[in-house]
């Protein structure tokens, strides 16, 4: 498979199942509960290398339950920033919804808001050149719903989540930014 990307795409990226591991019926509320996945700082190196703009979307409901707050979010996200330009990659923009599920707010995935968001902030997102990257149907879903190319992000080989909202699967970001870099062509 051949992949045409160039720094005019965005990459958009959820965070947990993604980039760091789960915790099981959990919430990451500390630096210290923060634990990347395998290769993914250095993954991240290299899309920052292929992709113009990285953004991570991501559904905070533990701040809705009042488990954390916004601020202790915010010092997971520099903890992961910093293991990120360590290994020499970055994120443009980090964007969350501390909205509970039930509450079905606009920009809890599914819902768009998030990737409107980031579009304000920065004008050059074409979302039919983005692709957005998850392990959930509700990353997939948003993705689709802004016309972006996704990618299932299923570390256990799973295939059901529906062929017409998933474009890509792969078993981790690792291996996916390993194979776009050794199929991509410039154009």
């Given amino acids: 498979m051949t992949f045409k990307f160039d720094k005019s795409w965005t990459l958009f990226l959820d965070r947990d199942g993604v980039i760091n591991k789960r915790i099981p019926g959990g919430y990451v509320k500390d630096p210290g509960q923060f634990e990347f996945i395998e290769g993914v700082p250095d993954a991240i190196a290299k899309l920052s290398e292929m992709f113009g703009l990285i953004v991570v979307v991501t559904n905070q409901q533990g701040i809705g339950k009042g488990l954390m707050t916004s601020q202790d979010l915010e010092n997971v996200h520099n903890y992961m920033i910093q293991g990120i330009i360590q290994a020499g990659g970055r994120i443009d923009g980090i964007y969350f919804s501390p909205y509970l599920e039930r509450e079905h707010h606009c920009t809890r995935k599914p819902g768009v808001g998030m990737g409107l ?3 304000k902030d920065f004008r050059q997102i ?3 050149k983005s692709v957005m990257a998850g392990d959930s149907f509700s990353d ?5 719903r802004l016309k972006m190319k996704t990618v299932y992000i299923n570390q256990e080989n799973d295939l059901k989540i ?7 699967v792969f078993p981790d970001l690792r291996t996916f ?4 870099f050794q199929n ?3 154009g």
Avoid: C, P, Q, Y
Avoid at 140 to 144: A, M, Y
Avoid at 162 to 168: E, I, Q, S, V, Y
């Fill in 117 to 119: 968001r980031a579009k």
């Fill in 126 to 128: 074409n979302f039919k």
């Fill in 140 to 144: 997939l879903l948003f993705g689709k």
């Fill in 162 to 168: 529906n062929d017409k909202l998933t474009d890509f």
């Fill in 177 to 180: 930014a390993l194979e776009i």
């Fill in 184 to 186: 991509s062509t410039v």
